[in-house]
């Protein structure tokens, strides 16, 4: 990785995420708000008109994206149990208000990545991608090759 902050978070999340430390990774987290009215309803089942979510997005195979409480996030986060970071991935252009990187991890059979976004010039965990093999399967011929935008460099 090119930009020396977002490494150091991408390390930090990776630390918490193989250590179990759901809690260091809400810490590293950026909570949102997401206006409905703005979003596509397919994609975000929680909104119904005119509401205002606010929380730690989370999303699996299917594409849809749920808005957790911080509570909840750590549970699910916790519910990973024992995860191997398996590499980092970079998404979009040499801009970092514009590209993102995926901590890819692997557990038992469920896997997925963190995504570091920068808000207010900071590097934060945006989004969370979990799903269980099987269902990633569905989407990607190859999970462990295609998730986190397909180029994940070994962590290391």
């Given amino acids: 990785m090119d930009d020396d902050q977002a490494c150091g978070r991408a390390a930090s999340a990776a630390t918490a995420l193989q250590e179990g430390d759901s809690a260091r990774l809400v810490e590293l987290s950026y909570a949102d708000t997401f206006a409905c009215a703005d979003l596509p309803p397919e994609m ?48 979009g252009p040499d801009d970092p208000d514009r590209r993102s990187y995926h901590v890819a991890f692997w557990a038992a059979t469920e896997g997925g990545s963190l995504e570091l976004v920068r808000r207010e010039g900071e590097w934060s965990i945006g989004i969370v991608y979990a799903d269980a093999l099987e269902n990633w399967e569905t989407v990607y011929a190859d999970p462990e090759s295609e998730l986190a935008c397909g180029n994940v460099e070994p962590w290391g």
């Fill in 44 to 91: 975000f089942p929680d909104c119904s008109p005119g509401a205002t979510l606010e929380g730690h997005p989370v999303t699996g195979a299917d594409g849809k994206i749920g808005i957790l409480s911080a509570e909840d996030y750590e549970a699910l986060l916790a519910e990973l149990g024992e995860t191997t970071v398996t590499g980092i991935g970079t998404c």
